[in-house]
């Protein structure tokens, strides 16, 4: 008796089932893609443990995202699933930065030199040898450094308020710049406030059309790691070697002009940091670029992610889509 109510059960839920699937219009009844899932990892890279963010086909073309200050591949977690689908990304924090180890500063140099020569042997570990590349902040000197290594790698630009041009360091640098020119210890203590929670709040939101779009966990995510002992001096020996970059400003220029990669300049143009101004140079030597200037600031992806990743994606499948 058991039996036989069991099979009327299991049966009637079955019509059931069928009945109400039969009545729901055809795209309800559809399954939607799940996103592409991404993949945490750490590799060791010249002794130290180097996090990063990967996702997508593995033999898809590779999109590197290169992070800007004072966060780290965690600005681009919203951006990797709406690529993932067709390119295979790699986003990688900085030693220092992020989930990436922070040695010391006895036993690590920490320049714009010494980080791009993590990123580019985290590549070879990978064996990436071509990709397109997405620089914004300090991600623009790091990559162009890589860049500089391995021209005939680079696939293609994305440049997010990245600079290379002289035009492109305006007020903003001044107290910056007098670091540079006497690199004494009282200049250096006066950059302290770039690292408070003010600033890094104030890089979020300044400039941002519609403030309520971004969510108050990045910076109280950065500026958790902002805040851990000894990395007040880790982002202060960082500003004081961006001098470094200036002088190989005509070397990137350089490169733009004889490799030519396709470009697509998406840029915040209330960015107080990296204000417009440092856009429209790169047309000199790469005058075909497509620029888009947005409504926003330095953060751009978090307000006008959806502006942004469409332009970005359309780019790609141009530029360097697997046929």
């Known amino acids: 008796m058991r039996s036989l109510i069991m099979c009327l059960t299991l049966a009637t839920a079955s019509m059931t089932a069928a009945t109400m699937v039969g009545a729901l219009p055809a795209h309800a009844a559809d399954v939607r893609e799940a ?26 073309p590779v999109v590197l995202l290169l992070h800007g200050f004072p966060t780290s591949s965690h600005m681009f977690r919203n951006l990797i699933p709406l690529l993932a689908d067709r390119y295979h990304v790699i986003a990688p924090d900085y030693p220092g930065y992020g989930q990436s180890a922070s040695p010391n500063r006895s036993k690590f140099a920490y320049t714009f030199g010494g980080v791009a020569d993590i990123v580019d042997k985290l590549l070879d570990h990978l064996a990436v040898k071509s990709y397109a590349m997405y620089v914004m902040d300090y991600g623009a000197p790091v990559g162009y450094r890589v860049a500089l290594k391995h021209p005939e790698r680079v696939s293609a630009l994305i440049i997010q308020n990245g600079n290379a041009y002289d035009e492109g360091l305006k007020e903003f640098w001044d107290p910056i710049k007098t670091y540079w020119s006497d690199g004494s210890e009282k200049s250096r203590e006066a950059l302290s406030g770039l690292v408070t929670l003010e600033t890094t ?90 620029i888009h200037i947005l409504n926003s600031g330095h953060f751009l992806l978090e307000e006008k992610l959806d502006v942004a990743a469409p332009l970005i994606n359309d780019f790609l499948d141009r530029s360097v889509a697997k046929k």
């Open 35 to 60: 996103p592409v899932p991404i993949h945490y990892r750490t590799a060791t890279i010249e002794g130290l443990d180097i996090f990063y963010r990967e996702a997508g086909p593995a033999d898809a």
């Open 201 to 290: 709040k104030f890089q979020y939101t300044d400039g941002m059309e519609d403030v309520s779009r971004i969510s108050p966990d990045n910076w109280v995510h950065d500026q958790a790691l902002l805040d851990r002992p000894g990395n007040k001096d880790i982002q202060l020996d960082m500003l004081y070697d961006y001098r470094t970059n200036v002088p190989l400003y005509p070397a990137f220029q350089s490169f733009f002009r004889e490799r030519k990669p396709p470009t697509l300049i998406v840029w915040g143009k209330n960015d107080y940091i990296f204000p417009e101004a440092g856009a429209h140079p790169y047309l000199k030597d790469l005058p075909d670029a497509e």
